[in-house]
């Protein structure tokens, strides 16, 4: 799709693809990019996410310091313009439970990273 790509890391591939499918049913075309490794970021995939109208990293770490902040770093040194949105956990006390309970907390599961996009969409 060209409205937004997803570029997931790790076991968010999957939240993005299902979250994907939910967007598509709306109307709202998604590519999802399994990045599948941080160091290097694979700029050339970057490079294309920011073709499409909203960038949105989602990984399983911590946004302070992680892959999302990383491509938000190589999308400025690129001069996109394209608006970016990163999900992950946020840098502050996450109390414990099942991962797909903490995830859908989060909004790392696929319903909430299609309410992000929809909201970033707006």
Known sequence: GDDV?????????GQARA????LSAEGI?????DMRWVKPLDE???AAAAACRLVVTVEEG?????AGEG????????????????LGIPDRFIGQGPVSQLF??????AEGIAATVREALR
Do not use: H, S, W
Request: charged share 15%; proline share 2%; glycine share 10%.
């Open 29 to 33: 075309e998604c590519r999802v990019v």
């Open 19 to 22: 979250a994907a499918e939910l």
């Open 104 to 109: 859908a907390d989060l909004g790392l599961n």
């Open 71 to 86: 491509v938000l770093e190589v999308l400025a040194r690129q001069g996109a313009t394209t608006p970016a949105v990163t």
């Open 44 to 46: 050339e995939a970057i």
């Open 5 to 13: 790509t997803l570029l997931a890391f790790g076991r968010m591939v």
């Open 62 to 66: 911590v946004i302070a310091g992680g």
